[in-house]
């Protein structure tokens, strides 16, 4: 039975070499693979897949409006497909994921998605939503944080490295940083909202419960 699997990570945590090893292991069988990349994501130039150390391989393009559904089974109709993977997975709209579950359901294709879950705010994005919510096989892409702890959160910062907390969901570069969630603050930058109350100051102890002397209890009992 083919499957979807979502591929999840903090930023520069090697998604896109996953994503490129994964389609090489297929090639290297003789396996044709079908390989996607949004159209807003041009960083190394429109239609390629770029890893932070060099491998690079080109993609079909695909834009808000695609039916992935339609483009899978017009080319796999003209040669089989054995596998599809999609980069930056986090930009697929609701209705593409769905396309992807009757890829794999109708066509019998595996699908392989790699993205962030969540933006410069802690938000989902709204493809790694439904991904999390309908993919079969959810597999996390381990990164660290400055601090030395996991890190699961996306930070976008300014020209002097600071955090940014205001802005489009969607600014497309190399100015992020991957951090912990405490490291991030999410307290302080989500917009759920929640500010931690003030401590209650704590009341003295009773030394006893009302009614009893402990000091006129049998020994023993006390």
């Excluded at 499957?3 to 396996?31: C, D, I, P, V, W």
């Excluded at 300014?158 to 999410?186: C, K, P, T, W």
């Excluded at 009614?211 to 006129?216: E, F, I, Q, R, T």
């Amino acid at each position: 039975m083919a499957k979807l699997y979502f591929y999840y990570s903090a930023m520069n945590a090697g998604k896109s070499t996953t994503l490129l090893q994964s389609a090489h292991n297929y090639e290297e069988r003789g396996m044709r693979t079908m390989l996607f990349t949004p159209q807003l994501d041009d960083r190394y130039g429109e239609g390629n897949i770029t890893s932070r150390i060099g491998l690079q391989q080109n993609a079909t393009i695909f834009n808000g409006t695609d039916d992935l559904f339609v483009l899978i089974r017009r080319s796999h109709r003209r040669d089989t497909i054995d596998c599809v993977l999609v980069d930056e997975a986090q930009f697929l709209t609701p209705k593409q994921v769905l396309q992807l579950t009757v890829v794999c359901d109708q066509l019998r294709i595996p699908v392989l998605c790699y993205g962030l879950r969540t933006d410069f705010l802690g938000e989902p994005f709204e493809g790694a939503k439904y991904l999390l919510a309908w993919a079969e096989e959810l597999s996390e892409i381990k990164t660290v944080c400055r601090s030395g702890k996991k890190a699961t959160m996306n930070a976008r910062l300014d020209e002097n490295g600071n955090q940014v907390v205001v802005g489009n969901q969607i600014d497309i570069g190399h100015h992020y940083e991957s951090m912990s969630r405490r490291a991030f603050d999410l307290p302080a930058i989500s917009p759920v909202g929640y500010e931690v109350p003030p401590e209650e100051p704590v009341e003295p102890a009773e030394a006893s419960e009302p009614g009893y002397d402990v000091g006129s209890m049998p020994r023993g009992i006390a």
